[in-house]
């Protein structure tokens, strides 16, 4: 059962990504087919996700929406987050949008596992402790 679920969610994955013109162009494969798909920034809305694949260990993802198309970015977790990070503010740039709280501590985490840094619940307890006596 554990093959055919890894075969089924590496089938089709995002390879590479193009920001032009308020549009973000996505280029994947599914087998050996190439896609393209092009979304408008202006009328569309990243979100960040997250998976939990372990014992605490969350893995992250974007997820690009708009009225009828809708991409995830990483979702085969593929991608380095120093890459995600680029692609998301890039995104939010364009479309002239702030960040929210919610997604600056998700953001925040990304940074951490992008640079090799611990994640895990305990170590923030930990240093959060450590650091406010």
């Known amino acids: 059962m554990w093959t ?12 590479e990504v193009h920001f ?3 549009k973000i162009l996505i280029v994947g494969y599914t087998l050996n087919t190439r896609w393209e798909k ?26 690009i929406k708009s ?6 970015i990483n979702g085969t977790y593929n991608w380095d987050y120093t890459s995600l990070l680029t692609i998301f503010h890039e995104f939010k ?9 919610g997604e600056e501590y998700d953001l925040d985490i990304m940074d ?3 640079k090799g840094l611990s994640t895990s ?7 959060w402790k450590r650091n406010n006596k």
């Open 4 to 15: 055919v679920a890894v075969f089924t969610l590496s089938w089709r994955l995002v390879n």
């Open 20 to 22: 032009a013109n308020d």
């Open 38 to 63: 092009e979304i408008d920034i202006k009328s569309s809305r990243i979100e960040i996700r997250s998976k939990n694949t372990g014992r605490s260990r969350d893995e992250y993802y974007l997820r």
């Open 67 to 72: 009225s009828n198309k809708s991409q995830d």
């Open 93 to 101: 740039r364009i479309k002239g949008e702030k960040i929210t709280s």
């Open 112 to 114: 951490k596992k992008s």
């Open 121 to 127: 619940l305990f170590d923030f307890s930990f240093n």
